[in-house]
């Protein structure tokens, strides 16, 4: 079975300071992507960033940035610079079986604190 | 960017009754859209595939006669929960994917079953 674990169920940081959160996950599949999702009070879904499996070079977009180690299958995402508005359930997610499904983790609820 | 649409954002319907819930793709074809349910303070459950022309998967323990999905073209994918009852009442979200396995979703409906 396809799993994702996020560890951290919740998660605070200050405002213009950095914190990481951490995902790990199970999959069979050889070329995939994995993502992560934003959730904010309003329950739309949002892309933050994705990182193609093949791919060496860990994604980046402007203050997100992820850390992809394949053999230990972790995917880990890290906020720089973080502002009241990241704060929000983050949800990381990888391949979950046929029809590109895709497995989510229970999410990191991360607070911002002023 | 890719933007999803989804109708009704809230709906209140009573037991017994049926209720459509629409998920379009504004600005791309979508051949395979997934529908979720979400809990509060939960994760998105997957439901089932919708595939555009053919018959959608769903899930083990998700009741195919009580969860009808339609995906009719390649913008539109429907969700009708027939005989609602208040164990129904959830928040459902939709997802359209776009080349292989990026999902963007809707804003989510909110069911309420009395």
């Known amino acids: 079975a396809q799993t994702v674990t996020q560890s951290q169920p919740e998660m605070s940081v200050q405002e213009a300071e950095t914190v990481t959160l951490s995902c790990t996950y199970d999959?069979?599949?050889?070329?995939?992507?994995l993502f992560w999702y934003k959730q904010p009070p309003s329950r739309q879904m949002i892309l933050v960033i994705r990182q193609e499996a093949y791919k060496q070079q860990n994604a980046t977009e402007n203050r997100f940035s992820v850390n992809f180690q394949k053999a230990a299958k972790s995917f880990s995402l890290k906020i720089s610079d973080s502002q009241l508005g990241d704060a929000a359930m983050y949800f990381c997610a990888s391949p979950g079986g046929s029809n590109y499904k895709l497995t989510f983790g229970k999410g990191t609820l991360l607070t911002v604190n002023p | 960017g890719a933007v999803v649409s989804q109708h009704p954002s809230r709906v209140i319907c009573k037991s017994g009754t049926s209720v459509k819930i629409e998920c379009r793709s504004l600005?791309?074809?979508?051949?395979?859209m997934f529908w979720y349910r979400q809990f509060p303070k939960q994760s998105l459950m997957l439901m089932a595939t919708s595939n555009e022309g053919s018959k959608a998967t769903y899930e083990q323990g998700v009741e195919k006669d009580k969860f009808l999905i339609n995906h009719a073209s390649l913008t539109l994918s429907t969700l009708t929960v027939t005989s609602a009852h208040p164990e129904d009442s959830s928040f459902y979200i939709c997802?359209?994917?776009?080349?292989?396995?990026?999902?963007?979703f809707g804003p989510g409906t909110r069911l309420t079953v009395t």
């Open positions: 600005d791309f074809q979508a051949t395979t």
């Open positions: 999959t069979s599949e050889s070329d995939y992507y």
């Open positions: 997802s359209a994917r776009q080349g292989r396995w990026e999902q963007y």
